[in-house]
């Protein structure tokens, strides 16, 4: 079973960039399909985007849509999630996850039942 560790985390400002790193380990890591989200004080944790097993399939929330990017890197093996144009909502503890079933991944709300996940890395951006 793969196991995964985030980075990349800190403190930015609106409309600066950040690029998050879900490294991972494991005989099977290229089998899953692979995703992140986030939750922010208060709320529930969200979708955020994935990728799936073989790097050419993705998918975005609405809330971060042309202004994120997911990439895989399977001969690492990490995903990256590259953040443009941060806004103050963006602020939250990001995870990364990994599941087979690509269903099961993007759902929205998040299942709560996804085979692997990060303890996650903290992003806060100020205005």
């Known amino acids: 079973q793969a196991q995964l560790e985030e980075s990349g985390g800190g403190s930015v400002q609106t409309g600066d960039s950040l690029r998050l790193s879900c490294a991972a380990s494991g005989p099977t890591f290229k089998d899953y399909n692979m995703g992140w989200f986030r939750q922010a004080v208060g709320k529930e944790r969200e979708f955020v985007a994935a990728?799936?097993?073989?790097?050419?399939?993705?998918y975005y929330a609405d809330s971060v849509k042309g202004r994120f990017t997911i990439f895989r890197h399977n001969t690492d093996p990490t995903i990256s999630l590259q953040m443009d144009r941060l806004k103050v909502e963006d602020t939250a503890v990001y995870y990364c996850?990994?599941?087979?079933?690509?269903?099961?991944?993007?759902?929205?709300?998040?299942?709560?039942?996804?085979?692997?996940w990060g303890r996650g890395t903290q992003v806060t951006v100020s205005s």
């Open positions: 996850a990994a599941d087979m079933n690509w269903g099961r991944l993007v759902a929205e709300p998040p299942a709560g039942n996804l085979e692997v």
């Open positions: 990728v799936d097993w073989s790097g050419f399939g993705t």
